[in-house]
């Protein structure tokens, strides 16, 4: 460990959540919690500044107290971003109070993939809201496949299947207005909306944040023994996410890969199907705690 570097902030910026981490040098958890969900895309627009300020503001409440005169070093791992973000660790270092020199910003998906592999050891599929795959070379250079954002691609993320998800049932509404009573995904998804009218998924869709729409998909997974949509439209996600691991095989060899996300771990028929799609290489599901890896990142020599 570095000897000034008393402690070591982590965060893990995602659509849903964002989660953070405080560790010492030890790397024993001094703080740990979770605030909105927050992206670099905040970036680009007045309230999204205001959400990143706000939350980030309440991180810096939650481990002020733990901080004290010591030294703290950050690695923040947002979606979104591609590599540092001069403006996100300027908001992280005003938030905390500490000089800009000791944040450092980066993808969050590369922090997930050093935590599960070294550099040339395999590829991580994540499926979180958006989904990407990526791989660390020998030389220490970030390669993707994926993750274009939700706008453009993103197939087998929890906003894609949310997407598809809606997309079916109200196909089914104009062939066959209120079909969506015999439809156990489309209750779900409306009680989670909380109306059946499309006025309804309209406003839900297309004014909330991504995050909040991708979490609809809990409602895919939620219903899979009892329509066979839902299973369709996971095996339809496994088979988008199968398409991110063969893309990095395709360029980089065959190597383990390491699946991991929230929207992941839905249903198993994702994980099968992405086995199905590769049956020559070794697929892991792992559960990931970036914000806890990206803490211990931020103490290692040479991170900075």
């Not at 049932?169 to 995904?185: H, I, N, Q, T």
């Not at 099968?272 to 892991?284: F, G, I, Q, W």
């Amino acid at each position: 460990m570095s000897a000034g570097a008393d402690l070591g902030l982590g965060l893990d910026a995602g659509g849903t959540t964002t989660r953070f981490a405080l560790v010492d040098g030890r790397e024993r958890i001094v703080a740990e919690g979770q605030v909105a969900g927050l992206s670099g895309l905040h970036l680009n627009n007045e309230l999204g500044l205001r959400r990143l300020r706000s939350e980030l503001a309440r991180v810096g409440d939650a481990v002020r107290e733990n901080i004290s005169e010591r030294v703290v070093r950050v690695v923040g791992g947002f979606t979104g971003v591609d590599g540092h973000s001069p403006e996100l660790a300027r908001l992280i270092a005003e938030a905390l109070a500490i000089d800009v020199a000791m944040v450092r910003i980066m993808s969050d998906i590369e922090i997930a993939y050093r935590g599960r592999f070294k550099p040339g050891e395999g590829y991580i599929v994540y499926s979180g809201t958006g989904s990407i795959a990526a791989f660390i070379d020998a030389d220490g250079a970030f390669q993707r496949a994926g993750g274009r954002g939700v706008g453009l691609d993103d197939g087998g993320g929890g906003y894609w299947m949310a997407r598809e998800a809606l997309r079916h049932v109200w196909r089914r509404e104009d062939e066959r207005p209120g079909s969506w009573r015999a439809s156990p995904l489309a209750a779900a998804l409306f009680a989670r909306i909380g109306s059946s009218d499309w006025a309804d998924s309209r406003s839900f869709f297309y004014s909330r944040e991504r995050g909040e729409i991708g979490s609809l998909a809990v409602a895919i997974g939620e219903t899979a023994d009892a329509d066979p949509i839902s299973r369709d439209i996971l095996r339809q996600a496994g088979n988008e996410l199968a398409r991110l691991g063969a893309a990095m095989i395709n360029r980089f060899g065959t190597r383990p890969i390491a699946l991991a996300g929230r929207a992941a771990k839905l249903h198993p028929i994702i994980e099968v199907t992405m086995r199905e799609r590769l049956p020559n290489v070794k697929v892991t599901f792992i559960e990931t705690s970036a914000h806890i890896s990206a803490a211990r990142l931020a103490l290692q020599p040479g991170e900075r």
